[in-house]
């Protein structure tokens, strides 16, 4: 379970209150009055506690588990019977699981701390409730909204602006930037930094100014270590409701649509625009100029480099359909097998 240590836990709430609250089913009435203290995983948990079980892969912690409560699916209930464990019951359990812990551990509540040693610039403009932590650096022409929180060491660069309840993480740094509301940035994550455009000169690569801006919209995510590049002259966007893994980069002028997930480690090449709703596995490469169509989801390893259709679901490198991509597998598998039989000793 959370660790008190580092996390400020609310309640305890009866298992009917925790049912009602978040909008799901409780399984029996008579389990109702049970008092839950907290949340913690199905090997961890004690009595009072309330787990999820949203995988049937941990059906054993399930059967074993000690907690008084369990989140699940009635489909899981079923095909995994327990008798003796109060039930709340939804068809989306993990997203109810997180106004669950949402409810047990909400945002603190702040008031307006700036700490010393905090170099703010004059005409920097902070908004109520904001909290900004030793050695962060605001400079000209910052503008912070109400309630953001600002890291230790964290850099906002000049003409920097931020919406409403924004937290920028410990040693991050941010410039040319636009950031709506709402927004978090991880740790060590790198906002607006220059792209990497250069001109092949008599005497090496020169340098292409970046002139542009990151446009970032409402409850955007951005992982820790993440880097996203400025424009080179127009701008590098993040559609709002975007979640970003961390040790993401992001070169000049992409586009990146509304609620897209990308997870750690891809790297998206300038001027690439992704529809909305794109999903992208680990470690996956997108070329430059490159379109992703709306709800396309992209195979973690896969190197996309070219264009892909709304809707579809591609994998390997070069990216291709995924039934394509397992085919192709299947059959140098077997290329490989025979190879191997045909060489052995007689």
């Known amino acids: 379970m959370p ?3 580092f996390f400020q836990r609310a309640g305890p ?3 009917a209150e925790i049912a009602e609250r978040i909008g799901a089913h409780l399984g029996d009435a008579a389990k109702g009055n049970l008092i839950i203290t907290d949340v913690a995983t199905l090997e961890d948990a004690e009595i009072t506690h309330l787990s999820p079980f949203v995988d049937p892969r941990y059906y054993s912690s399930y059967i074993t588990t000690a907690a008084g409560a369990v989140l699940t699916t009635r489909n899981l209930s079923e095909k995994f019977p327990r008798l003796g464990v109060g039930l709340i019951f939804s068809e989306t359990a993990r997203l109810h699981y997180a106004s669950v812990a949402w409810l047990f551990y909400p945002e603190a509540v702040r008031g307006s701390v700036v700490r010393m040693r905090v170099a703010v610039c004059g005409n920097a403009i902070v908004g109520a409730d904001c909290q900004i932590e030793p050695s962060a650096v605001l400079g000209t022409g910052v503008v912070l909204g109400s309630r953001c ?7 906002i660069g000049q003409g920097v602006v931020l919406g409403d309840s ?3 993480g410990d040693g991050a740094s941010v410039s040319h930037a636009l950031i ?7 740790a060590g994550a790198r906002i607006g930094t220059a792209g990497f455009g250069f001109a092949p000169g008599p005497r090496g690569p020169i340098r292409i100014p970046q002139l542009g801006r990151v446009v970032i919209g409402d409850n955007v995510e951005i992982g820790a270590n993440t880097t996203i590049d400025r424009g080179g002259l127009g701008d590098t966007v ?7 893994d961390n040790l993401v980069q992001i070169g000049h002028n992409a586009r990146i649509g509304l609620s897209c997930v990308i997870a750690a480690q891809v790297g998206i090449a300038g001027s690439a625009n992704l529809g909305d709703g794109v999903m992208i596995g680990g470690q996956a490469a997108i070329a430059d100029h490159i379109v992703i169509g709306s709800g396309a989801r992209i195979a973690a390893c896969s190197g996309v480099m070219r264009d892909v259709p709304p809707l579809i679901t591609v994998g390997g490198a070069p990216a291709v359909p995924i039934r394509q991509f397992h085919r192709q597998t299947t059959a140098l598998g077997r290329i490989a097998k025979s190879h191997r039989s045909d060489n052995a000793p007689k």
């Open 3 to 5: 660790d008190a240590r």
């Open 13 to 15: 709430f009866s298992l």
């Open 149 to 155: 929180q600002i890291g230790c060491n964290t850099v």
């Open 166 to 168: 924004c937290i920028v």
């Open 180 to 186: 709506g509301n709402g927004v978090e940035i991880f």
């Open 238 to 244: 993040i559609g709002a409701g975007t979640v970003i």
